[in-house]
């Protein structure tokens, strides 16, 4: 008998040496993948930003045609934001709080904008708002622009962050169901009523957590606006097509520098993410606590 | 169309109204005026244009590298993973938080970081030309871009759903003699992998479409370097609408096809 526990202590030890064998190298690999995939690019950005100083940096940062690239993406990312958070919120609602014929499909149709290239939402635009495209004619006629200005671009941009908002409220709000807001109209609250003080402050969490990650999607979008927007500087030039311009003159220090403006975007849109995730979290486990 | 379980609450017909609408008026009759433009073609012609040496050579090149970002993903997601819900260790709230970077980050700024990176005469990528070879301007370096910008889904799939599995059950299976191995391939393994195949067709759907982190460290060259979304764009500046869009279609059929396959697989798995 004590043949077999030795045996038996003898075979947990070694398993246990191993999982701390496991255990490091799955740490140290998460490390490395962290610092050589995930730092080193944000470094590099910024150290070949400031490769000949601030000078040169904010010079870049605060040429006009740098803010006016900046401006144009604030006001895409103004309307389209807005636009798919709507969308979001209708979506998520029929989808969560009733059963019809459909439903299943109607989830891939929303979820469809993530697996078509970016490049073939710009080209889908171009054909029928394009001067060769099928609304051509008739845009010319009255002088109306798409092609090439900001409706193109901001088209565009909510194809691609279409699904965002969406996909964040179906689950939260399948999860919840429908008991508070029954309640709220048994109780004699009308359909805005409800709105307002049963569900929104429920979603409010996801709902910023879904906008937070459309944002970040529309700030930086490149394939798809680079085709519908014709690169005319301090018109209809984005921040992220004026580092692919910039770099493509081999004005590598300034097409950093706008990097590093978009990258610092980036980061604060993380800690947003970040902070938005700890509040759900939070919720949950309060939720389960009751 | 409506059955619906809770008629006290109002709002079926304006949401579900205003939700078709939106998704018909950006996404569907968009998408459909694609194909209405690709059916102007005959079939000699629109197979003329898909199987010019050109575009076919663009059509391995994308799918052969998104398919190698999607796997090496499908690894160092896992371990990622792994390491993140197992254990709890120095920088790991830190690891956690930037897991997301790539998505945060825009594309083109990711692109000519990696270049930056992985050229010649770069910080990495002259290690790679002390040992006589070449990642940026190569296959190689466009597999880099797109397993940069996809390697949050991965993660992000499995990490609820190894969190879900309770250590107890892998403990039970290792107290009942199993090897680490067999507690793997019969415990862990079936219960991820239909989470680890949604990460894996998210990652590599948005690999074959990506243009922005690729254009930069590809080089472009025509036959060699050149994916498929910049041979559409490439189209486009010549006006060459109709081959930009068969070779949309052809991305499009081809991407969808694969996703359902996945689909299958995967309902498959489910099923047994």
């Not at chain 2, 499009?252 to 309902?267: A, D, G, K």
């Amino acid at each position: 008998m004590s043949s077999v526990t030795l045996s038996a202590s003898a075979s947990a030890n070694a398993a246990r040496r191993g999982n701390v064998l496991g255990r490091r190298l799955l740490i140290i690999s998460a490390w490395l993948v962290f610092v050589l995939f995930l730092l080193l690019p944000l470094f590099i950005v910024l150290s070949e930003a400031l490769k000949h100083g601030f000078g040169t940096f904010f010079g870049a940062i605060f040429e006009p045609d740098a803010i006016s690239a900046l401006k144009l993406t604030l006001l895409a990312v103004g309307i389209s934001v807005p636009l798919n958070l709507v969308f979001g919120v209708a979506a998520a609602w029929c989808v969560s709080k009733y059963e019809f014929r459909g439903k299943s499909l109607l989830v891939t149709l929303i979820d469809l904008p993530f697996s078509v290239s970016p490049v073939i939402a710009g080209l889908i635009y171009v054909l029928l708002f394009g001067a060769q495209g099928f609304f051509g004619p008739w845009l010319r006629e009255h002088d109306i622009q798409i092609i090439f200005a900001l409706p193109g671009i901001v088209l565009a941009t909510v194809f691609v962050t279409v699904p965002f908002v969406a996909r964040e409220l179906i689950p939260l709000m399948q999860e919840q169901g429908t008991q508070e807001e029954e309640a709220a109209r048994l109780l004699g609250a009308n359909g805005w009523q409800m709105f307002w003080h049963v569900t929104l402050p429920n979603i409010k969490w996801g709902l910023i957590y879904g906008v937070v990650l459309c944002t970040a999607r529309a700030m930086g979008e490149f394939g798809a606006v680079s085709v519908v927007s014709g690169h005319i500087r301090g018109y209809t030039n984005t921040l992220p097509l004026h580092v692919e311009i910039l770099y493509n003159e081999y004005n590598h220090v300034a097409a950093f520098s706008v990097a590093s403006l978009l990258l610092l975007m980036a980061v604060f849109i993380l800690l947003l993410k970040q902070w938005s995730e700890s509040r759900i979290n939070r919720l949950k486990a309060s939720a389960g606590e009751e | 169309m409506s059955r619906r379980t809770s008629p006290v609450i109002p709002g079926f017909g304006l949401t579900l109204g205003y939700t078709l609408v939106y998704l018909s008026l950006l996404v569907l009759i968009p998408l459909g005026a694609m194909f209405v433009h690709a059916a102007q073609l005959t079939w000699a012609e629109f197979w003329a244009i898909i199987s010019a040496p050109r575009v076919l050579a663009a059509l391995k090149l994308s799918f052969a590298t998104a398919f190698a970002a999607a796997v090496i993903n499908g690894i160092i997601g896992t371990l990622l993973a792994w390491a993140l819900v197992r254990y709890s260790f120095p920088g790991r709230k830190v690891i956690e938080a930037m897991i997301d970077l790539p998505f945060a980050l825009p594309t083109a700024v990711a692109g000519i970081a990696l270049t930056a990176l992985y050229a010649p005469s770069g910080l990495v990528g002259q290690f790679a030309t002390d040992l006589g070879f070449k990642i940026a301007y190569t296959p190689i370096g466009i597999t880099l871009a797109l397993t940069f910008v996809t390697l949050p889904f991965v993660v992000r799939t499995i990490q609820p759903v190894l969190a879900d599995i309770p250590r107890e059950v892998e403990e039970a299976a290792a107290c009942l003699g199993a090897k680490p191995l067999q507690v793997f391939r019969h415990v862990l393994l079936p219960a991820l992998l239909p989470a680890w195949l949604t990460g894996f067709s998210l990652a590599f759907a948005r690999g074959v479409g990506e243009y922005g982190s690729v254009i930069f460290i590809a080089g472009n060259m025509p036959m060699k370097t050149e994916i498929l979304p910049l041979l559409i764009m490439v189209k486009l500046d010549q006006y060459d609408y109709t081959g930009a869009t068969a070779i949309g279609v052809l991305m499009l059929v081809v991407s969808f096809i694969l996703l359902l396959l996945i689909n299958l697989l995967q309902r498959q798995i489910a099923k047994s």
